[in-house]
């Protein structure tokens, strides 16, 4: 019979094989999502990608206050017992519930005259479409996160590729004919979060499982799984809910106060940094799912077994993709938006930090809601959209109401420098609570992002006075002696990912086996 350490290993094995697919599958659909992302700001410009970010970004937090951690209380109840019908019946019930009265609840904004003040300027039927897309990207993450917690991350993985790569061709499509409405756009994105949805749902299919069980259920079992729930999620809903409205709040002010335009730049902004997260980002479910397995059988050392050995790994990710993003702010906007959004230039370099305690904050969120201390993060979350939205009216205010007037560059460094403070107070107590050494975090933190910066900074400089090339060219030389410098840097000081020398030898074992192999 395997004793623990042998379980461990196995289940470390388990995660690393599934985490390495979900990044080899976002190493092929980040240079798809730069195709998507570059050919959007150019065909919409500032002012239409500013209505698309801004009706998008405003039903993304309705979405999430009417989900108020459900679907992570449904993950997690489903990573640990695969086979209940009863508990996905009972959430796909739930979801078409919340639709509804979230759709009510616009109907009357709209009727009622408060719909204009929201939505200023924009007309009836955008606002419906913008919330269709709302509840279609909430749809296609509830079946990612069922792929994931059944444990089908690799059909998932190569589905969502196959999704990513017909985006591509459609809005390529677009751009080609130049269908330059933010109606169409909207209508595309809609179509997109679809495709998503149904292909997650075959691959859940073919395995033979459920995905909306058919048939009723009885009273007992309705207050059964609501009970259940209850006690999971009823911490959040206050937290998501001042959540919705601090956050439609600084989206609200920056539009109000600059305009659609000024929004568009910092949309950019922020989409972009969503790329440099994409990869830590997709270790998160696969995260939860195995912090829940080990809370299910009790094993919080596994739990603290994890956190010290990943967060670091994921965190040195980010961090450099961010670094380098920072340093070529630029370039990138060029990239991904053209000259039009040059503006900005400012707002980006901030931005591309974001991601980097993005990481840590949702993969110690894992950690809360897996060990269901969700009160403490609650509070901690109010706390900082609170102090949070204080910071967002003096950066954007203009100077006769006391503010500083900066814009999209305001709105940047309130949400870089909140992020900063309020997810490393939550993983200082998470650690705490699960005897993790915290010290060591901030020590990594602290560390990895100082010699990031000096390679990224030494490397731009280097190729500058080596040899003279136009700006993209300098990007892809920088880049590839950047990834190359990185990796040395790891080689020497394993550390940098939470890996030991030791570590590193059977990676590199496990690398030259495959290689001979294939000859």
């Known amino acids: ?271 972009v940094a969503a790329v440099c997260f994409l990869f830590a980002g997709a270790i998160a479910p696969l995260f939860t799912r195995e912090l829940s397995k080990a809370t299910g059988d009790g094993n919080e050392d596994r739990v603290s077994e994890l956190m010290q050995r990943f967060l670091p790994l994921f965190f040195f990710i980010s961090a450099y993709f961010s670094v380098f993003v920072a340093f070529h702010a630029e370039t990138v906007i060029w990239i991904f938006g053209g000259s039009e959004f040059s503006n900005a230039h400012w707002a980006m370099t901030l931005m591309a930090f974001y991601p980097i305690h993005q990481t840590y904050g949702q993969l110690t969120a894992s950690a809360y809601f897996a060990t269901e201390r969700t009160r403490i993060y609650r509070t901690i979350g109010i706390t900082q959209l609170i102090v949070g939205f204080v910071f967002t009216f003096f950066f954007l205010a203009p100077s006769r109401l006391g503010g500083l007037n900066l814009g999209a560059i305001g709105l940047a460094a309130k949400m870089v420098l909140i992020q900063l403070l309020s997810v490393n107070i939550q993983m200082v107590i998470i650690a705490r609570i699960l005897k993790v050494n915290w010290q060591s975090l901030l020590w990594h933190q602290l560390f990895t992002i100082a010699l990031l910066m000096v390679i990224a900074a030494s490397v731009k400089w280097g190729v500058s006075q080596i040899i003279t090339l136009p700006d993209h060219w300098a990007f892809v030389v920088s880049g590839i002696v950047y990834s190359l410098t990185c990796l040395v840097g790891v080689l020497i000081l394993p550390s940098l990912t939470g890996m030991s020398r030791a570590d590193v030898r059977v990676y590199l074992d496990r690398l030259y086996n495959k290689i001979i192999s294939f000859r």
């Open 1 to 271: 019979m395997p004793n623990k350490s042998t379980k461990s290993r196995e289940h470390e094995n388990s995660l690393g094989h599934r985490f390495f697919f979900k990044l080899l599958a976002n190493i092929v659909t980040l240079g798809i999502n730069v195709g998507i992302y570059s050919i959007a700001p150019r065909l919409l410009g500032t002012h239409g990608f500013g209505v698309f970010d801004y009706l998008s970004g405003f039903f993304r937090e309705v979405i999430n206050f009417l989900d108020s951690g459900t679907s992570t209380y449904y993950f997690t109840k489903l990573s640990k017992d695969p086979s209940n019908e009863g508990l996905k019946r009972f959430y796909w019930h739930l979801v078409f519930l919340l639709v509804t009265v979230g759709a009510g609840v616009i109907a009357l904004l709209l009727m009622s005259g408060v719909g204009a003040k929201l939505w200023p300027g924009l007309p009836a039927y955008l606002i419906w479409i913008g919330f269709g897309l709302g509840v279609s990207t909430w749809v296609s993450l509830i079946l990612n996160k069922m792929v994931d917690a059944l444990g089908l991350t690799v059909a998932g993985e190569i589905a969502r590729i196959l999704q990513r790569l017909i985006a591509l061709a459609a809005l390529f499509l677009l751009f080609y004919f130049q269908f330059s409405q933010v109606e169409i756009y909207f209508g595309y994105q809609v179509g997109v979060f679809m495709l998503a949805s149904f292909l997650w749902w075959r691959v859940i299919r073919r395995q033979k499982q459920n995905v909306i069980p058919m048939g009723l259920m009885n009273r007992g079992e309705y207050r059964r799984h609501f009970d259940s729930m209850w006690r999971y999620s009823s911490p959040l809903i206050l937290y998501s809910f001042v959540g919705m409205i601090v956050l439609i709040g600084d989206r609200w002010l920056l539009a109000n106060f600059y305009g659609m335009d000024e929004q568009g730049l910092f949309g950019l902004s922020f989409r």
